[in-house]
C-alpha cells in the first residue's frame, strides 16, 4: 500500500540524473534543501527528483571528524573517488554510476512526523518494484555502511539507504539505490576507507564494522539485468501512475536563487574539510 503522502494531486519530476560535474553532488544537497523550501511554502507542488553522482563518497558528518581522516581520505583518492561531505543522512555512502538517488520533496513538514517519510520511500519503492518481487523489507542491515531503521534489503542483503532532511517546513526524503555492479565491492571501498580513517582509535560515535557480504546491488538480488535509466523510467512511469505530473519538471528563479545560498554552506562545510586534510 502507498503511504498517504502520495495523495497529493500533483507531482513535479526533476530528473537531473544526467547531470554530474566537480561540484554536482554538493549541489544535489543544496538543490533539495531549496526544494524543501519552496514546497513547504506552497510556492511549488510534491517533487520528486532523479540524481546520479560518479565515484563519489558522501561522507556524513561524523565521517569528517574521524581522528586519521587524512589518510582515509588519501585512500579514496587513490581508488579514483572524490569526498563530499553532506548535509543529511548519516554515515558514508558510495555513489557512482550504478547508483541511483531519488529525492521526495514533501511539504507541512511539521505536521508530519519523520517516520512517515521514511515509510513514505519504501512504500514506493516496494510498489515500482512489485513486477521483480515482493521481498523488499526495511530494517536495518547490521554489517552494511551506513545502517539504519529504514535500510531496504531482498533475503537480508542491503541495496538501498534512507535519509532525511527538514528545511522550515518542507522535508527532503533521499535514497540511493544501488542497481546494478558488485554491491559487496562497493562495501570493500567503504570498509578499507574506514580501516584508515579510524584504525584502532577510540571514538564517542559508533561507526560500522562494514562486511561487505552484506551489501549486494538489486540486479544481483534480483538476477536480471538492470540499468540505471531502466530504474529512473520506473520511478518517472510509478509517479505517473498514481498521480498527475506537472509538465513543467524544472526548478523555478526564486528555487535557484535558495539553491544558490544554500550552495555557499555547503561549499564552506566542504572548504573547512579540505583545509583540514591537506
Not at 510556492?43 to 546520479?52: C, D, E, F, N, Y
Not at 505536521?111 to 515482493?134: C, E, N, P, R
Request: hydrophobic share 40%; glycine share 6%; proline share 4%.
Amino acid at each position: 500500500m502507498l503511504h498517504t503522502l502520495f495523495e497529493s494531486p500533483e507531482f513535479r519530476i526533476i530528473d537531473h540524473s544526467k547531470e554530474d560535474g566537480p561540484d554536482q553532488a554538493m549541489a544535489s544537497f543544496a538543490i533539495d534543501d531549496a526544494l524543501a523550501i519552496s514546497v513547504g511554502e506552497e510556492l511549488a507542488v510534491p517533487t520528486a527528483r532523479l540524481w546520479i553522482h560518479d565515484r563519489t563518497i558522501m561522507l556524513g558528518i561524523p565521517d569528517s571528524q574521524l581522528p586519521h581522516i587524512e589518510e582515509g581520505v588519501a585512500y579514496l583518492e587513490e581508488q579514483g573517488y572524490k569526498a563530499v561531505v553532506r548535509n543529511s543522512g548519516g554515515l558514508a555512502v558510495l555513489l557512482d554510476k550504478g547508483v541511483v538517488n531519488l529525492s521526495f520533496i514533501f511539504p507541512d513538514a511539521k505536521h508530519i512526523g519523520i517516520h512517515d517519510g521514511y515509510q513514505a520511500m519504501v512504500s514506493f519503492i516496494q510498489y515500482i518494484f512489485l513486477d521483480l518481487t515482493k521481498k523488499i523489507e526495511a530494517f536495518e542491515v547490521e554489517g552494511s555502511y551506513c545502517p539504519g531503521t529504514y535500510d531496504l534489503s531482498i533475503d537480508g542483503r542491503k541495496f538501498a539507504g534512507i535519509s532525511q532532511r527538514r528545511v522550515k517546513d518542507g522535508s527532503a526524503v533521499q535514497i540511493y539505490l544501488c542497481v546494478n555492479g558488485s554491491g559487496a565491492a562497493r562495501a570493500e571501498i567503504v570498509r578499507a576507507f574506514y580501516e584508515r580513517a579510524k584504525q584502532t582509535a577510540e571514538t564517542r560515535f559508533t561507526f560500522p564494522e562494514v562486511v561487505p557480504e552484506t551489501m549486494a546491488s538489486l540486479e544481483e538480488l534480483l538476477h536480471v539485468p538492470i540499468t540505471s535509466e531502466q530504474v529512473c523510467k520506473r520511478i518517472v512511469e510509478g509517479l505517473a501512475s498514481i498521480t498527475r505530473i506537472e509538465p513543467s519538471g524544472k526548478m523555478t528563479e526564486q528555487e535557484i536563487q535558495w539553491q544558490q545560498e544554500r550552495m555557499k554552506l555547503m561549499l564552506k562545510r566542504n572548504e573547512n574539510f579540505q583545509q583540514k586534510n591537506r
